[in-house]
């Protein structure tokens, strides 16, 4: 049995395609797909399974030892499955920043490198278990990264004036003037937003007001406005950023229940763009799956 669509249960022999990445795999029990992401996550939100492929390019993480220091500081193990062939890092809450345990597993193939990370922020009696869950979905693990479509992995598409989709990098949505990776300005950066479960009005709206508090730390900033279209609700805000771009917040929940964070730049030199296209595209965003 292939699953290509949602799913919501999953048993020893299932498998899952994550359509757009080029990835399939068993799926792990316990583990459901949400409609939006390009991860997997347990009914409780303490694990998950967060897949992303995107070209190699002058920054590398596994290059940067300041990361590597904090997040995986012991050297990886080779890794192996007999399909796919990369470097496995393992981490544990014991003794380093962060209150969890994870493993990241990397693949370079075609100028592009594959990322799987498990994580899992629960009671750490249980952790062992958890990893055994997920240990299939790395053993079967199978990817051809020729088949990266962004938009389809991610399981939504916008339509922005002036923006196309970075389409080679996968788990982030990335929206920019010249639908390759970087820094090219316009753009909007979309990633979902894993949540146990589905959170009430009165919760995205603190979700908004927090993430325009943290950005903006008390500067001046326009928002946070609400905006709700065909089951969309935006809550977003925008300011200047140090270099003077617009720099763009918004949060949406959809009508999945899905909840979607994103961040947008507007050069000040870019007068005639209107910020709230941003808002507009998000509005009106397609659902893929």
């Known amino acids: ?25 068993i799926h792990p029990r316990s583990f ?68 969890w345990d994870g493993t990241w597993l990397t693949v370079n193939r075609g100028g592009t490198q594959l990322s799987v990370t498990v994580s899992f922020n629960g009671p750490v009696e249980k952790s062992r278990a958890v990893f ?4 299939p979905f790395l053993d079967h693990l199978e990817w051809d990264e020729t088949k990266l479509d962004s938009e389809v992995a991610f399981g939504a598409r916008l339509r922005i004036p002036g923006m ?20 090219s ?25 927090n993430a325009l508090t943290r950005t903006f730390s008390g500067k001046k900033h326009e928002g946070p406005y609400i905006n709700v279209k065909n089951g969309v609700r935006v809550c977003d805000g925008w300011g200047s950023d140090m270099q003077g771009s617009i720099m763009y917040i918004g949060v949406a929940s959809l009508p ?4 979607i964070n994103s961040i947008g730049y507007v050069p000040d030199t870019m007068k005639d763009f209107k910020v709230t296209s941003l808002r507009e595209a998000i509005l009106n965003v397609q659902l893929l799956r």
């Open 185 to 209: 300005s316009p753009n909007i950066m979309i990633n979902a937003t894993p949540l146990p479960r589905t959170i009430t009005t009165a919760e995205f709206t603190q979700l908004c007001t």
């Open 32 to 99: 459901s797909y949400p409609r939006i992401g390009t991860y997997l996550k347990d009914d409780i939100g303490t694990a998950a399974i967060l897949v992303t492929a995107m070209p190699i390019i002058k920054y590398n993480p596994e290059n940067d030892k300041e990361y590597l220091k904090y997040s995986y500081p012991v050297p990886p193990e080779a890794f192996s499955n007999g399909r796919l062939a990369g470097r496995l890092y393992k981490r544990s809450r014991t003794g380093n920043v962060g209150n």
């Open 132 to 135: 055994e869950l997920a240990q």
């Open 256 to 259: 999945s229940g899905d909840v």
């Open 164 to 183: 196309l989709p970075v389409k080679k990098m996968v788990g982030t949505l990335l929206y920019n003037k010249t639908g390759e990776p970087g820094n």
């Open 1 to 25: 049995m292939l699953v290509c669509a949602q799913v919501v249960a999953a048993t020893s022999d299932a498998k899952i395609e994550i359509a757009g990445s080029g990835l399939k795999s």
